[in-house]
């Protein structure tokens, strides 16, 4: 099967804060495996496709090929200047694809979803292909287990394929017509998950919304390579209109086909989502992490760094990360948004991102924060450098771990091991590489007036950053 699975790695995942943040969102998280659901994805299409290209946004761009690299599965990565939703999303995928190859097939996934039994996906898939091949427009429906109101619906028609026609798709149900979809057995929920040829959907796109379909061309029309990211042109596709694929082209398709696909799939759009999916003590409890409960009964807890400690609770969820710690009823969890939205509201940090914060050489860690200092933990990995950079307004102490730092220092250039140390002064041009084969670990102290991460003034970046 000459199939590419395009995996749109979008969106910030807020009702699973703290843990999900805006610079650290659910795709790139390890919720239910060693992986990241983003890694889980790509190695679930493995055994049926050839090669993958990731659509993501340009924060998240370091975290993505970092992941894929880690898997080895590094191949594409379409950078979105602006988020346009999927429909332009994935015609710049179709784009790509039809340069390479005009028979080429698409997988559409997101990075977020869970699929347990991989064996039925990757039958449904095969399944799809045939359809896919004879210019079918597939959607996946998922063959519902209770009547959900947060998700659309697919309703089926004649039998087409091994699936079937869609006859509708419809909106988020209240409880009592999601019932009624149930009980009727001809409705599946809306995956948001499709396979079809790059040129059939770009055939099908230009015909319905023949803007968006302009757009995305000029913004492919004008691409650049840098280091592992496809960028496009960022004026074309501020153009774009934003609209879903199912708004654009699979509601108004003659073409379009849904299979079955009964593979234990859950989108983990809540913690209770997750509680639901995961292994359960004989109590009932979820416990991630160093958790102790005593007549505790129904619960999901995440520990990443303290232990939680939990008696005589039921049907809650508790959340402890590095610097915030969500306790929740496990039956409101979908309000946890409206908690990020009031840390948006006072200017906090905490919805943006983690205590600890992942950069393409490496990561930091702000272990304590004063009005005139701020102590960080860095860590650079082997072969790594940091920007040739100052700053206007604080002064820098580092103190080398472990590991071995090669330090550019004003006119100087020198080598700080284990238990040594170097002052940066206010305003002095410097950079900070690791030489070594293992990781690098240094204490950095900072003191001065304003210690925001945007008093970087840049002058070299092997990663191609003006900022961040």
């Known amino acids: ?16 804060w ?22 889980e994805t790509v190695n679930r299409t493995l055994p049926f496709t050839h090669s993958n290209i990731v659509i993501c946004n340009e924060d998240h761009r370091f975290l993505a090929a970092e992941q894929l690299r880690e898997i080895g599965q590094l191949q594409q990565i379409i950078l979105e200047p602006v988020g346009r939703n999927t429909a332009p999303a994935i015609a710049l995928a179709a784009f790509q694809l039809q340069k390479q190859d005009k028979d080429a097939m698409m997988l559409v996934l997101a990075a977020d979803h869970v ?39 697919i309703k089926r028609g004649d039998n087409s394929f091994d699936g079937f026609t869609v006859s509708q798709f419809v909106e988020k149900p209240n409880l009592e017509t999601a019932q009624q979809y149930l009980d009727s057995g001809d409705y599946y929920w809306n995956s948001g998950m499709f396979l079809f040829k790059a040129s059939q959907y770009l055939d099908e796109l230009k015909l319905f919304r023949p803007d968006i379909y302009q757009a995305c061309e000029a913004a492919m029309a004008d691409v650049s390579a840098d ?17 879903s694929i199912d708004y654009a082209v699979m509601e108004k398709t003659a073409n379009a086909v849904v299979i079955p696909l009964d ?38 807890f995440n520990a990443e760094h303290k232990l939680i400690a939990a008696v005589g609770v039921d049907n809650i969820v508790v959340i402890e990360t590095k610097d915030a710690v969500l306790v929740a009823h496990k039956d409101n969890v979908q309000d946890v948004k409206a908690i990020v939205e009031q840390l948006k509201a ?18 930091y860690d702000s272990i304590d924060f004063g009005d005139r200092d701020q102590v960080k933990r860095i860590t650079v990995k082997p072969g790594e450098k940091l920007s040739i950079q100052m700053h206007h307004h604080r002064s820098e102490h580092w103190i080398v771990v472990s590991g071995t730092a090669k330090v550019t ?9 284990e238990d040594q140390s170097t002052y940066i002064p206010l305003g002095t041009i410097h950079a900070l590489e690791n030489p070594g084969k293992i990781p690098l670990e240094m204490i950095e102290v900072q003191t001065g007036s304003y210690l925001g991460e945007d008093d970087i003034v840049r002058f070299e970046d092997r990663y191609g950053r003006v900022k961040g």
């Open 346 to 363: 006072s200017n906090r940090t905490e919805h943006h991102l983690h205590r600890e914060v992942y950069r393409p050489w490496g990561k």
């Open 263 to 300: 593979a234990q799939w859950s989108d983990v759009g809540a913690w209770s989502a997750l509680w639901d999916i995961s292994n359960k003590d004989q109590n009932n409890n979820v416990l991630q992490g160093d958790v102790l409960t005593h007549n505790s009964t129904n619960s999901y």
């Open 115 to 153: 699929i347990k039994d991989t064996a039925a996906f990757e039958q449904s898939v095969k399944q799809a292909t045939v359809a896919a091949q004879q210019g079918k427009m597939v959607t996946f429906g998922i063959v519902p287990t209770h009547a959900e109101t947060g998700y659309g619906y």
């Open 1 to 16: 099967m000459n199939i590419t699975s395009v995996i749109m790695a979008g969106g910030t995942g807020s009702r699973l």
């Open 227 to 243: 280091l592992d990211f496809v960028r496009i042109n960022q004026q074309q596709f501020e153009q774009c209109p934003s609209e």
């Open 18 to 39: 703290p843990m999900s943040r805006a610079l650290h969102p659910k795709q790139f998280l390890k919720l239910t495996s060693s992986y990241s659901m983003l890694q």
């Open 409 to 417: 220092n004003g006119e100087q250039t020198i080598i700080v091991t």
